[in-house]
């Protein structure tokens, strides 16, 4: 199977594990719980059905593209809030934290990632020759690095997080934020990797990236039930009184944590 044959069976496997998600989260109630994540899958439908049924070396499809992204961006950003507030639903005040935490995190990697590309269009010695498309473009992958890669660094914390702490979460929860982590930072290094080697890897990485989402589909298909819910689990390990112990810990910071906010 050629490359281009394969790219496009991924991605015809992406349209239909977009719909199946969507359909089993609208039927299954979780879609209640999942908001974000459920119009999100929504929204991958016609995002994905776009290069099955345009020329994605056209021009069309680059200014579909280009409009469409900043839509991407804003759908990561607002499904990985409703992850935070998922795994903080019982600490309100590291939720607010964390919020505050990801708007700073994705201004300051996306203005370095930023400035990168700015220093190595100004050192190019044929910076006349660089059409505005592709400018356009490496700008637009050094913003979405920026963004997948504070978000991917902010998911790895919440997994430490839970990971240190005794918090009970669902199964769902663990798995969600888990596949998001692997989805984001595999995003991340995409973008890296065609940072270094240049555009004639686009196809490649960007199939590679569309196995990545696809096998993050089947993971929640199969796994992100109704009963997930009702399942609960404590990822730390910890004898009872150290677990007592920092939930003591856990509660007195997040309590602080509120006071702080209510006074600001």
Same mark, same amino acid.
């Given at each position: 199977? %050629? =490359? *281009?044959?394969?790219?496009?069976?991924?991605?015809? $496997?992406?349209?239909?594990?977009?719909?199946?998600?969507?359909?089993?989260?609208?039927?299954? =109630?979780?879609?209640?719980? #999942?908001?974000?994540?459920?119009?999100?899958?929504?929204f991958?439908?016609? /995002? %994905?059905?776009?290069?099955?049924?345009?020329?994605?070396?056209?021009?069309?499809?680059?200014?579909?593209?280009?409009?469409?992204?900043?839509?991407?961006?804003?759908? #990561?950003?607002?499904?990985?809030?409703?992850?935070?507030?998922?795994?903080?639903?019982?600490? %309100? =005040?590291?939720?607010?934290?964390?919020?505050?935490?990801l708007?700073?995190?994705?201004?300051?990697?996306?203005?370095?990632?930023?400035?990168?590309?700015?220093? !190595?269009?100004q050192?190019?010695?044929?910076?006349?020759?660089?059409?505005?498309?592709?400018?356009?473009?490496?700008?637009?992958?050094?913003?979405? !690095?920026?963004?997948? @890669?504070?978000?991917?660094?902010? @998911? $790895?914390?919440?997994?430490l997080?839970?990971?240190?702490?005794?918090?009970?979460?669902?199964?769902?929860?663990?798995?969600?934020?888990? $596949?998001?982590?692997?989805?984001f930072?595999?995003?991340? $290094?995409?973008?890296?990797?065609?940072?270094?080697?240049?555009?004639?890897?686009?196809?490649?990485v +960007?199939?590679?990236?569309?196995g990545v989402? +696809?096998?993050?589909?089947?993971?929640?298909?199969?796994?992100?039930?109704?009963?997930?819910? *009702?399942?609960?689990?404590n990822?730390? !390990?910890?004898s009872?009184? /150290? *677990?007592?112990?920092?939930?003591?810990?856990? +509660?007195?910071?997040?309590?602080?944590?509120?006071?702080?906010?209510?006074? =600001?």
């Amino acid at each position: 199977m %050629s =490359g *281009e044959a394969l790219s496009s069976a991924l991605q015809w $496997l992406l349209v239909m594990g977009s719909a199946l998600i969507a359909a089993k989260l609208y039927f299954t =109630g979780l879609s209640k719980r #999942y908001t974000i994540f459920f119009w999100y899958s929504l929204f991958r439908l016609p /995002n %994905s059905i776009a290069p099955l049924v345009m020329d994605v070396k056209g021009h069309n499809y680059f200014y579909f593209w280009v409009f469409t992204t900043p839509v991407v961006w804003f759908f #990561y950003v607002w499904v990985v809030l409703e992850l935070c507030r998922l795994v903080l639903e019982r600490h %309100s =005040g590291l939720y607010t934290l964390g919020k505050y935490a990801l708007g700073v995190a994705v201004v300051i990697s996306t203005t370095l990632s930023l400035i990168t590309i700015m220093i !190595r269009f100004q050192s190019a010695p044929s910076q006349h020759s660089i059409s505005w498309n592709t400018s356009l473009l490496y700008y637009l992958m050094a913003i979405d !690095r920026g963004i997948t @890669l504070s978000l991917a660094i902010l @998911l $790895l914390l919440m997994l430490l997080f839970i990971s240190r702490y005794p918090v009970r979460l669902s199964r769902n929860v663990v798995l969600h934020t888990t $596949l998001y982590t692997l989805y984001f930072l595999s995003n991340t $290094l995409s973008t890296i990797l065609l940072r270094v080697f240049g555009l004639k890897l686009y196809t490649t990485v +960007d199939t590679a990236l569309i196995g990545v989402a +696809d096998a993050c589909i089947l993971a929640w298909l199969i796994f992100l039930t109704p009963k997930g819910e *009702e399942v609960r689990v404590n990822v730390a !390990r910890l004898s009872r009184e /150290n *677990e007592e112990r920092l939930l003591l810990h856990l +509660d007195a910071f997040n309590s602080t944590l509120l006071k702080a906010s209510r006074k =600001g």
